[in-house]
């Protein structure tokens, strides 16, 4: 096995949180905000129809 390790002076990806992303664009990517009880099941959401 090799010695070498690897270091940086910048943090880790994963560490950091992810920037908010605006209200429109979050409804494109995701849909409305739905409570969980009522959230349809996986298939439901899977077999979607447009």
Sequence with gaps: MSSLSFRSSQPDRWTLP???QNAGTRYRIHGPILPMEQRP???ARFFRRF
Excluded: E, K, S, V
Aim: positive net charge; hydrophobic residues 35%; charged residues 15%.
């Design 18 to 20: 992810r920037p908010q």
């Design 41 to 43: 099941g996986f298939l």
